[in-house]
């Protein structure tokens, strides 16, 4: 059984963005715009034209039991390392809440860079976001400072240490009425006490890309490092149904 199937039941109609990359060509880059419904939702590499070799490939993962795509920590500087699952276009009273979700298998590398996930916009505008650190360590951003030159800086909370090559799921929730959300990494429960890390109910780090028509899952290797450390991510979803967990 895969983890999708282990995790999560039934797939929303409602879905922004929808990828499980089961189409996909192994040893190949994803496709732009995933296949199906919706019609709309784009995969974005800010390597642009000239696709950096070995940064985003699809793969037969044996951990999650499926076809996915694995983003690595390659040699290039970190301009060219953003990834972004943008939801198709939304009428924003459709909703006041959204959810977001993906299966994972994180490998670790102490030398190579932390890997940022956030949850926003389609400018790089960020709701909520983690920081899995190199060390496995994950981290909540809890708030965003005013800047270097003021020496207010980002603030962060660890939440915990995420089991290397060993499968999750990751599901965040945003309720834009209430300028709220949540987010909670579900793990296998022999791995740790609790068998997951959450957030809890927290602020937005930032109330502006919460109007946006296009909710946007971004990964970025932030530090000017590389490594062996890489991510591969299944079942992407970005909705507007809350998902069912599985019995």
């Not at 880059?29 to 000239?50: A, E, F, M």
């Not at 951003?141 to 915990?160: H, I, N």
Request: hydrophobic share 35%.
């Amino acid at each position: 059984m895969t983890l999708a199937g282990a995790s999560l039941a039934g797939c929303s109609s409602d879905a922004v963005f929808r990828d499980d990359f089961t189409t996909e060509t192994l040893g190949t880059r994803p496709s732009d715009n995933p296949p199906g419904d919706p019609v709309g939702d784009t995969i974005y590499s800010s390597d642009g034209l000239s696709p950096v070799a070995g940064q985003l490939t699809v793969v037969d993962d044996p951990d999650l039991g499926s076809r996915a795509v694995r983003y690595a920590n390659v040699a290039t500087p970190v301009w060219y390392r953003y990834l972004g699952f943008m939801g198709a276009p939304v009428a924003l009273s459709d909703s006041e809440r959204y959810w977001a979700l993906w299966y994972g298998v994180a490998e670790f590398d102490f030398g190579g860079s932390d890997l940022r996930v956030w949850l926003g916009d389609g400018h790089f505008g960020a709701v909520a976001a983690l920081v899995f650190k190199a060390n496995g360590t994950l981290q909540l951003q809890t708030g965003t400072g005013s800047g270097a030159s003021s020496g207010s800086l980002p603030t962060y909370e660890t939440l915990g240490t995420v089991t290397e090559g060993q499968p999750h799921t990751v599901i965040w929730s945003v309720n834009r009425t209430t300028e709220e959300y949540a987010v909670a990494l579900f793990q296998p429960s022999g791995h740790l006490a609790s068998g997951h890390l959450a957030s809890g109910l927290r602020p937005v780090l930032d109330t502006g890309p919460l109007d946006t028509e296009r909710p946007t899952l971004y990964r970025w290797y932030e530090d000017n490092a590389n490594g062996s450390g890489d991510y591969v991510i299944d079942g992407i979803r970005i909705l507007f149904e809350e998902p069912k967990m599985a019995p």
